[in-house]
């Protein structure tokens, strides 16, 4: 094994090491929790976000690794349904690295869709990135397996390849939003939905910069999520939980510009998936790793 192979591999597990150790050190509030996730097909969850047609149930994904597929569960981590689909052929597994997992407005009024980022890079030389894009289903709720046809959609970046494991949906002013997770600083992308068609690449609009006091990596931006109303918006790394009330017509970059609200989170070993609830009166957290914890806190509006 030649030795750039070797710290590929090194790199990930001692971060995963240190992260943990770090963990172990913070105070777990147990009233949080609300279930763990109880497949060990769930071992990877990089992503979670509410369905705006299913009650009580949340998508969760795991990232590199897995194959073309995403899961629905209760917020007690109950396994329901697993939903397979066909990705990019030109990917051994359909797909590469899916980071983050979106619930919002499409192309028809009165439906919801599911938007599935297979945007990971961690070596920043993807000629492009992956949406893929889903009508949400009534089946989705109950205990089954199935396959959904989405709409994929390439993206390339202004500005070369990044990684990235932030995927988000503002139902505003109905665009994408994609924000970058290494770096000093990290920036904010948006396309507008509207130009989502199969299979087209399209180049994302650099928007801003955001930066967040920290060291590396506790600092990188894991995932995010903006509340079905449009009006709440959450960061997570792995170290910290941010967020920002947002006003009539402001844009979603210009909010998180501003000194965001450090919110109450406890530590998770890798912790990747962050999520409002559906009524955007609280939001969810899990992390990586088979079994692992879900945590369920009250947002500032509640």
């Not at 945007?119 to 199935?146: H, P, Q």
Request: hydrophobic share 30%; charged share 25%; net charge positive.
């Amino acid at each position: 094994m030649s030795r750039q192979k070797k710290l590929k591999i090194l790199i990930p597990f001692t971060l995963l090491l240190f992260i943990g150790a770090y963990a172990k050190h913070r105070i777990i509030d147990k009233k949080d929790i609300t279930g763990t996730l109880s497949s060990k097909e769930m071992d990877e969850t990089s992503g979670i976000a509410a369905s705006s047609i299913n009650p009580d149930i949340y998508y969760v994904h795991n990232d590199s690794g897995d194959t073309s597929r995403f899961f629905s569960i209760t917020p007690d981590g109950k396994l329901k349904s697993t939903i397979y689909f066909t990705g990019d052929k030109k990917e051994p597994l359909g797909v590469r690295d899916c980071e983050d997992i979106a619930v919002g407005p499409g192309p028809q009024k009165n439906r919801s869709y599911v938007y599935l980022g297979d945007i990971g890079d961690n070596n920043g030389i993807r000629k492009y990135i992956t949406v893929y894009r889903f009508a949400e289903s009534k089946l989705w709720s109950l205990d089954t397996t199935t396959h959904a046809t989405p709409v994929p959609v390439n993206f390339k970046y202004p500005d070369g390849p990044r990684d990235a494991e932030t995927l988000m949906i503002d139902p505003i002013e109905k665009l994408l939003c994609i924000v970058s997770k290494r770096s000093d600083s990290v920036t904010v992308y948006t396309t507008p939905l509207s130009g989502f068609k199969a299979n087209d690449t399209v180049t994302l609009t650099k928007r801003s910069k955001l930066f967040f006091a920290g060291f590396k990596p506790f600092k990188w931006i894991t995932a995010g999520d903006i509340s079905k109303d449009g009006t709440q918006i959450l960061l997570r790394s792995y170290e910290k939980v941010y967020y920002w009330k947002r006003k009539p017509n402001e844009h979603i970059w210009d909010v998180m510009v501003k000194k965001p609200q450090e919110l109450h989170y406890t530590m998770e070993k890798q912790g990747e998936a962050i999520g409002f609830t559906n009524d955007g009166k609280g939001y969810y957290t899990t992390s990586e790793g088979v079994f692992a914890p879900i945590y369920y806190y009250d947002s500032p509006l509640k």
